[in-house]
């Protein structure tokens, strides 16, 4: 039977499948099904600073504080965020105690550079096995240059990095115009490892009302192909483990994003259709694969369809159709 041992999140996982930050992971319960089940970690849904403030705002409104009244700082700072923290606290310790023994990743996602070496170092103590960092920023402000991004992101990581021992991974999304030096760049840092990519909340228009609604939560199958390019160009060429994030909705892509060079997959949409059963399938059919095509570990098959290793490798940034479909007839 293939060994399906990996690395990922700078740990030694006994599963590719790691359950990923969502409400999946919200409850001790349900931890542990996903450990049964086969999981090798899983990702708690993220902290937001975000939705700390909202429920500050609610909170003051309540009680009738004034917003840049000193209470709040005081508000926000001891009772809210101190409460976020706690539930995460209690979360992994609860699952330790009733015996998880995957990693428990923590997640946060903030704003504010002070926080997130807050949000970092709070729950490093609160026992979570490493740190996913949910960073992103939406370049929609027209009058913001890429380079001041960047330099957001590198000085907000150094300074988690710094402050925090156990390790740290990024999960990031594909909107940088600089993508593959970005990456290359982060893998150079203390950082662990580096998931490509998240999938946010997206927005549709609805016709009849005109107005703003929420597009599909959960990803469909044929989103896992911008994530599988740019783990294949990826690949061989950073100093820390990747991990392929959406559309990973059978076992065949879960194989195709190990040989393009992931150490492992989060899989989240695929568990919300269909149970925790989902990672049991997804394990039992990559070891079938493995099996089947004489893979005796992780090892032999990560990367192995990678840039540097595939046949065709300008396929892998050819992104025009030019001549090789000018005879597409729709079929
Ligand atoms: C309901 C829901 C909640 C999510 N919450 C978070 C979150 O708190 N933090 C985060 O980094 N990603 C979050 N995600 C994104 C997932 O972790 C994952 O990256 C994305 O769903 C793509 O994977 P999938 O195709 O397997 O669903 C969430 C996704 C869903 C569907």
Known sequence: MANLTTRFFGLELKSPVIVGSSGLTSSVEKIKTYEENGAGAVVLKSIFEEEIYFEYE????????????????????????????KQALELIQKSKQAGVSIPIVASINCHSGSEWVFFAKKLEEAGADAI?????????????????????????IGKVLMDVTIPVTIKLSPYFSDLARMVKELSE?????????????????????????????LSHPFEYLQALRWIGIMSGRVDCGLAASTGIHDHNTALKMFMAGANAVQV??????????????????IETWMDKNGYQNMDELTGQANLQKVKNPSWYERVQFMKHFGEFDGE
């Open 189 to 217: 840092t203390r950082m662990a490892g580096i998931t490509l990519f998240n999938r946010f909340f997206n927005i549709d228009i609805d016709l009849d009302k005109k107005e703003l609604v929420a597009a599909n939560v």
């Open 58 to 85: 609610a909170e003051t409104n309540k009680q009738d504080l004034g917003y840049h009244n000193l209470e709040y700082l005081d508000y926000f700072d001891y009772e809210i965020k101190n409460d976020k923290i």
């Open 132 to 156: 996913e960092l949910n960073f992103f920023v939406l370049p929609s402000d027209a009058e913001l240059e890429a380079a001041k991004i960047k330099d957001y992101y590198f000085k907000i």
């Open 268 to 285: 989240v949409s695929g568990i919300y259709k269909h149970g925790a059963g989902f990672i049991k399938e997804l394990v039992k059919g």
